[in-house]
């Protein structure tokens, strides 16, 4: 066998190896599933995720929610299916490098009614940075009563703006203790937002023509 | 007018278009030395067919490669996908401000390393134990069990969070879960019950 055949050999193992030691790690905490059944089922759902390229980190995450909350296995099932089938989609809106943070909350974005679009929107809006963050603040938005619309147009304006994640989190937080204190959930973060606009340069336009130089 | 016909400019003529004279020897040692070289001179294919004879890297230069590769790529993937508070660089419970008083608080965090370190307090005198689960550490109740402060005090840990919006509860006695009371609440759309929702800012 030659120098260069032996290397090919090596590095198909390696890659062998990393990928093995991958699926090991992640389905190592299935030993935290006392139940047989219900850790069949998830062993069995995490396989067919693993092979259809879905992060199983999430998946594992919702088995384990389900076991610490006495789920029935057929609730932790259903609940699997669902979280695979929204990342999915979110794998296809936000696209193939996206992260399994993003993945995770493009996720639970859909799960409370954020459309489609917006998520392809928000990706085109920060093609290549991490919108995790941006992702979550729209779902707890959402999550107090903000129509889903409405405050998808919030989160894309202050993304345009480059507004920090101090300042989204700020925003979601705020209209929290509003909600909380009895106000409209629209009305709360019309408020907040305006707040936070203030602090920001208006969005770079392309279309807008500078005034030419004097 | 040059008279070309001169005897004297007829002969530096001459003289200009003769060659030198050659030595036949060393004309006859260049063209050999010239085909040898010729001879010995590998095509370009012939090159990398060699270039991939050689051993260029041994089994035991690329095993050693394998392995380092393997031990880098795993100590890589442990550092960023460690999630719960057993690093050594996220600052313990005793160094972190806790959220005193009964108003609903955010759990305080520093931002050393990856992600956020959290700080939780719970209060619940009678468990015998208590551990955070949530997003952030794949609610795997092994992973963030949390200490008492002092012999009747609040249960306390810390976590480590990456931004955004995470969902968590407390686990008492290892079977029960309940909500942070001084956290916001999180529907559970799958199994129903109690949750809080906390939202991880930017370091």
Redesign the interface.
């Known amino acids: 066998m ?3 055949r ?2 090919t050999f ?2 198909v ?2 890659a062998v ?2 990928a093995a ?2 699926a090991a ?1 992640d389905y190592s ?1 299935l030993a ?1 599933i006392r139940d047989d059944v219900t850790r069949n089922v998830v062993r069995g759902l995490l396989g067919g995720a693993f092979s259809r390229g879905v992060p199983i ?2 998946l ?3 088995a ?8 029935s296995t057929t ?1 932790i099932r ?2 699997m299916n ?2 695979e089938k929204r990342m999915r989609k979110a794998q296809d809106l936000l696209g193939k490098d996206a992260s399994v ?1 993003e993945l ?2 493009g996720a ?1 974005a859909l ?1 409370v009614g954020v459309s489609e679009k917006t998520l392809t929107r928000m990706r085109r809006a920060a093609p290549r940075r ?1 919108i ?2 941006e ?3 729209l ?2 938005l959402v ?2 009563g903000v129509g889903p619309s409405k405050a998808s147009e919030m989160v894309l304006s202050l993304m345009a703006r480059n507004a ?3 300042q ?3 925003l ?2 705020d209209v ?2 509003d909600v ?1 204190a009895g106000l409209n959930p629209e009305v709360a973060l019309t408020l907040r937002g305006k707040g936070i606009m203030s602090l920001l340069p208006p969005p770079p336009s392309t279309n807008t023509l500078q005034p030419r130089p004097k | 007018m040059i008279d070309e016909t001169d005897e004297l400019i007829q002969r530096a003529a001459r003289s200009l278009r003769a060659l030198p004279a050659t030595n036949p020897l060393a004309t006859a040692r260049i063209i050999a030395a010239v085909r040898a070289r010729r001879a010995q001179a590998p095509s370009r294919l012939a090159l990398v067919a060699q270039w991939m004879r050689e051993p260029t890297l041994s089994a035991a230069s690329a095993a050693f490669l394998a392995a380092a590769a393997l031990v880098v790529g795993f100590v890589a993937r442990g550092a960023v996908r460690t999630v719960d508070g057993s690093s050594p660089d996220i600052a313990t419970t005793s160094e972190m401000p806790l959220p005193t008083g009964t108003a609903p608080a955010l759990p305080t965090a520093n931002t050393r390393g990856e992600g956020v370190a959290v700080a939780f307090l719970f209060e619940a005198r009678n468990a015998k134990s208590v551990a955070v689960v949530g997003d952030f550490n794949n609610w795997d109740a092994t992973s963030s069990p949390m200490k008492r402060f002092g012999p009747d005090g609040p249960w306390t840990t810390t976590v480590r969070a990456k931004p955004g919006r995470h969902v968590y509860a407390f686990l008492v006695d290892g079977s029960t879960v309940v909500a942070d009371p001084r956290a916001p609440r999180a529907r559970d759309l799958d199994y129903g019950g109690d949750a809080s929702v906390l939202m991880v800012t930017t370091p």
């Open positions: 030659t120098s260069f032996r290397l090596a590095v193992l390696l190896a990393t030691r991958a790690q905490r935290l980190d999430p594992m995450a919702k384990l929610e389900g076991v610490a909350k006495k789920a609730a259903d609940a669902a979280l943070d995770a909350a639970d799960s991490s995790a963050l992702l979550g603040v779902t707890e999550a107090r920090t994640g101090v989204l989190t700020a979601s937080n929290q203790g909380a």
